[in-house]
């Protein structure tokens, strides 16, 4: 009998010892660590750890490309194709990609049809207008002088006519007012150079920066890439039309009728004797020399005693007007250029590099033809 209840002792003391055993295994069980190696060795299903818990620590790198968040208008360089894949272009230093925003507009080289051809002089329209009807462009020269601005927009918003403007490229930068109202006032504006040189006098390296550096100013201006240029001085050799052809500029942009505006209130040998350029002149120069198409030369004053272009001006609006001349821009009559890139409008999310697989093209024939 005594034996029996011995027997019945060591029993409960066995349970009491394996109980809290056994708890603490099922808990190291459940926890992981030794417990999951022997869920392993068992079959068991191995389950991912909670949020924040026990997470591997990672390099920071996003698993795809297109994981990585872009703040809005922001760049971010995305990895280049895998070996064999793609263009091997791509691989550019992140620190050297230029920023690009939202709503800025890109040409994309070779999207369009390309020409290498040498921009054509052009002294006329060429593009007959419709029948009838005669057609004449004023356009006005902008190197330094900036004053009459206003008042000579507020004389062609008058009488509703949209004219040409060939502004030095540094005076759209120092007068950015100015320059977005010709804009938003719906007039053309084509490329006068960056700083009004001598331009057949530069090397050809000094050309293509002067126009690279002029068109960007122009682009960030009113976000599309002029291709009328005015050479300054009227001056042009072989060498500067083939470097404006490569640059996208189809179209050099003289003129029918030279006012000589630019003199007025001075004397000058016009016709084999001394003449005063008053305002008289002014007017009767554009008007007896009017032709279908033609192109007239003016120019942008500034306060000067000699300035006579906003005086003159209504006088030959209503002169031409009774000779039965409509008013256009200059591009309206020329052919649209053959060689027009595609424009592209940057979205949000986009990168330089999404942006040139889009279009089979490279980021840096992107960045080279947008001047970034």
Do not use: C
């Amino acid at each position: 009998m005594a034996a029996k209840k011995n027997n019945q002792r060591w029993k409960i003391i066995l349970v009491l010892i394996l109980v809290p055993l056994l708890f603490a295994a099922g808990y190291a069980f459940s926890a992981g660590g030794a417990g999951e190696k022997l869920r392993q060795w068992f079959g068991g299903e191995v389950t991912a750890p909670p949020d924040g818990e026990n997470e591997p620590e990672t390099s920071g790198e996003p698993d795809d490309e297109n994981s990585g968040e872009i703040e809005p208008g922001g760049e971010i360089s995305e990895p280049p194709d895998k070996e064999g894949e793609g263009n091997s272009q791509e691989a550019e230093d992140p620190d050297k990609t230029p920023v690009i925003f939202i709503g800025q507009r890109l040409s994309i080289p070779g999207a369009g049809e390309s020409s290498t051809a040498s921009s054509k002089v052009i002294t006329s329209g060429t593009v007959a207008p419709a029948s009838g009807s005669k057609q004449i462009a004023l356009t006005f020269d902008s190197g330094w002088e900036y004053t009459h601005t206003i008042p000579l927009l507020e004389i062609l918003d008058r009488y509703k006519i949209k004219a040409t403007f060939f502004p030095r490229a540094l005076w759209l930068k120092d007068h950015q007012d100015l320059g977005r109202e010709i804009v938003q006032r719906g007039h053309t504006l084509g490329n006068h150079s960056l700083k009004h040189p001598h331009m057949n006098e530069m090397s050809a390296a000094d050309i293509r920066e002067d126009i690279r550096q002029s068109t960007r100013i122009i682009q960030n201006l009113n976000g599309m890439q002029p291709y009328l240029f005015r050479p300054p001085y009227g001056e042009y050799n072989k060498q500067l039309l083939t470097i404006l052809g490569e640059e996208g500029y189809p179209y050099t942009v003289m003129w029918t009728i030279d006012t000589l505006d630019w003199n007025a209130g001075n004397k000058m040998n016009v016709g084999g004797k001394s003449t005063l350029i008053d305002e008289d002149f002014i007017v009767n120069r554009a008007l007896n020399n009017a032709a279908n198409n033609a192109i007239i030369l003016m120019h942008i004053g500034g306060d000067t005693a000699g300035h006579l272009t906003v005086p003159a001006l209504p006088r030959i609006i209503e002169g031409l007007r009774e000779q039965g001349y409509s008013f256009t821009t200059v591009d309206k009559m020329l052919p649209p250029p053959s060689s027009t890139a595609v424009v592209h409008t940057v979205q949000k999310g986009e990168t330089l590099y999404s942006i040139a697989r889009r279009y089979g093209v490279s980021v840096a024939q992107i960045i080279e033809t947008n001047n970034l």
